[in-house]
């Protein structure tokens, strides 16, 4: 097919995430992936602004992560979980008992960040039942949240968020004010809330510091502190939500480790486990989530998809590991954060600019409405940065391996995309 034919079928025929298929947005035929480029068939090549949805931490097609992928597929690409296990896997599973929350070592792999917050709540609600209390099947999660696509997940996430939509066919599931302003007043409300249904509820889940896909928005540790003490004087499953925080994406490996007496009972991680290689994500229950659900009068984990453990994944993921274990990430990460401070600084508020805003290595800068699109994929030419613009939101989340002179353009992007006029679309046309 030629790059013509390609993208014409894809118009017609090839859903794309957040997409109509009679009025297609603009996709642009990528054609090879290395370090922090996307490359076009035209001849383009992108700085990939937003890590290809916040994955590609060490940059595309990493030598080491590429090569663990070809090893691993001469012997063994795929082999069912259910009656098998092997080597990547339980080396896999090490690694992450070893850089996890203390006690957090115990790790059901799922095959996307979604899957991993389904399982998540199927540990917090079996938890519950093995304790004996069969009708807490209901979480707390928190307005401004977001947890995936699939349907537990999106019950999830803001209520008035991109899934409204499927509001009638969701399980109801009870909401928390965002975590904004003074964490003890907020603490209050979240405690109101839980004990308002105090029998119905089995956990609370959150993204942790970092509010991405529905609002991001930053917030402090004293909010993880409140939860972690409203959990334990109700015995409830606390779920920290990593899989875009996680990985030094704020700075520290886990954002939640800010605050440090603060750990989750399950927590989800995703996206960059693999470098951005392959899909894989995995929900880690502490040593007495785990147990009671292993005792409990199911004693099995009720879950296990197709291609759980996928040996191709978890090799990436290994290899994955090793990188971020070498270090330096870190450091990486502050430096980005003082380089997107310094280089939106000129970003006034005022007209269409409403905030700037900056933690570790995301930038954003929020409007009143987006741009055109037109007039964005102008800037990503002229720039050659690579950005997608989502709600009202202009932001970046790049490889953590950018240097500051990609840093600098990919700011510089922004900047141009925030100085464009507001466009005539309402806020939400444009998805994550
Ligand atoms: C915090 C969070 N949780 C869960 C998900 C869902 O992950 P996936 O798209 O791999 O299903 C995302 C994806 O953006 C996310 O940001």
Redesign the pocket.
């Known amino acids: 097919m030629t790059a013509g034919e390609i993208l014409e079928y894809d118009r017609r025929r090839v859903w794309h995430p957040y997409a109509s298929l009679s009025n297609p947005p603009r996709a642009r035929l990528a054609a090879r992936t290395e370090g922090i480029y996307i490359e076009t068939a035209d001849g383009g090549r992108l700085i990939d602004g937003v890590a290809s949805?916040?994955c590609a931490a060490h940059g595309h097609g990493h030598p080491a992560i590429v090569e663990a992928i070809r090893r691993q597929a001469r012997t063994m690409s795929h082999v069912m979980f259910g009656g098998f296990t092997h080597e990547p896997a339980v080396e896999l599973a090490d690694r992450i008992a070893a850089i996890a929350p203390e006690g957090l070592r115990n790790v059901f792999f799922a095959d996307?960040?979604?899957?991993s917050?389904e399982v998540a709540v199927k540990m917090a609600i079996q938890y519950q039942q093995a304790k004996g209390r069969p009708r807490r099947c209901k979480m707390v999660a928190l307005e401004g949240g977001?947890?995936?696509?699939?349907a537990c997940?999106m019950a999830l996430s803001d209520p008035d968020g991109m899934h409204t939509l499927f509001k009638g066919m969701m399980p109801r599931h009870f909401f928390a004010p965002k975590p904004e302003g003074d964490a003890g007043r907020w603490a209050e409300e979240l405690e109101k809330t839980i004990d308002a249904h105090k029998d119905e509820i089995a956990g609370v889940i959150c993204?942790p510091i970092l509010q991405?896909?529905n609002a991001m928005h930053f917030y402090g540790a004293d909010f993880l502190r409140a939860m972690r003490r409203i959990c334990d004087e109700r015995d409830l499953v606390l779920v920290f939500?990593e899989?875009?925080?996680g990985f030094h994406r704020t700075g520290p490996l886990w954002a939640h480790s800010r605050a440090a007496d603060a750990a989750p009972d399950v927590m989800?991680i995703?996206?960059a486990l693999t470098g951005g290689h392959v899909?894989l994500?995995a929900a880690i229950a502490s040593d007495k989530t785990a147990d009671a659900i292993s005792r409990g009068n199911v004693g099995a984990l009720m879950h296990g998809p197709t291609y759980m453990a996928n040996p191709l994944a978890c090799a990436a993921a290994n290899a994955s590991l090793e990188l971020f274990a070498a270090g330096g990430y870190e450091e990486k990460v502050h430096h980005a954060e003082e380089v997107f401070k310094k280089r939106l600084a000129g970003v006034e508020r005022g007209g269409n600019v409403r905030d700037v805003r900056v933690l570790g290595a995301v930038a954003v800068v929020e409007t009143g409405r987006l741009p055109e699109r037109d007039a964005i994929d102008r800037v990503i030419d002229e720039y050659g940065v690579w950005l997608r613009p989502f709600a009202n939101f202009i932001y970046a989340m790049p490889p953590l391996v950018c240097d500051d002179a990609a840093l600098s353009r990919i700011a510089d992007a922004m900047a141009a995309m925030a100085a464009l006029p507001p466009g005539r679309e309402a806020a939400g046309d444009f998805h994550?």
């Open positions: 949805w916040w996307s960040g979604s899957i917050v977001y947890h995936g696509d699939t997940a993204e991405a896909a939500d899989i875009a925080a989800c995703g996206k899909s994500a994550e």
